[in-house]
């Protein structure tokens, strides 16, 4: 499946941006789909999962409160909605699908398909 990922740009602290991942077809929901990011000069990390068999998604510690991602099986999209963004919180998105399981959901290697990103700067 390709991933088309959206909705980045620039805000300033305190905003709020909402990312959108686009599948080009059905994403079952055996999937798990999550965002990750990656900062200049530092390593991808993990942001967010949803996946319906596992009941409440799961969110880095950094990002839980302030960052909620929702699923639209018929729509074949994963949202990122983010609120009370910091500085740090700048970096490019990137949107993932994979049939992990929940002992793997925060790694890379879980997911097989990924989008091409989007950049998110915050200014203080």
């Known amino acids: 499946v390709q991933l088309q990922a959206s909705g980045g740009g620039p805000v300033q602290a305190g905003g709020s941006l909402r990312l959108t991942c686009a599948a080009s077809?059905?994403?079952?929901?055996?999937?798990?789909m999550a965002w990750f990011r990656q900062a200049p000069t530092k390593e991808r990390e993990f942001v967010a999962v949803?996946?319906?068999?596992?009941?409440?998604?799961y969110y880095a510690e950094i990002v839980k409160g302030r960052f909620s991602i929702s699923r639209d099986i018929a729509q074949n999209t994963v949202y990122l909605q983010m609120n009370s963004l910091k500085p740090e919180d700048t970096a490019v998105y990137y949107c993932?699908?994979?049939?992990?399981?929940?002992?793997?959901?925060?790694?890379?290697?879980?997911?097989?398909?990924w989008g091409q990103g989007t950049q998110v700067t915050v200014s203080s």
């Open positions: 993932a699908a994979g049939t992990t399981i929940a002992s793997a959901k925060t790694y890379q290697s879980s997911y097989t398909s």
């Open positions: 077809r059905q994403v079952d929901r055996s999937y798990a």
């Open positions: 949803s996946k319906p068999s596992w009941g409440r998604p």
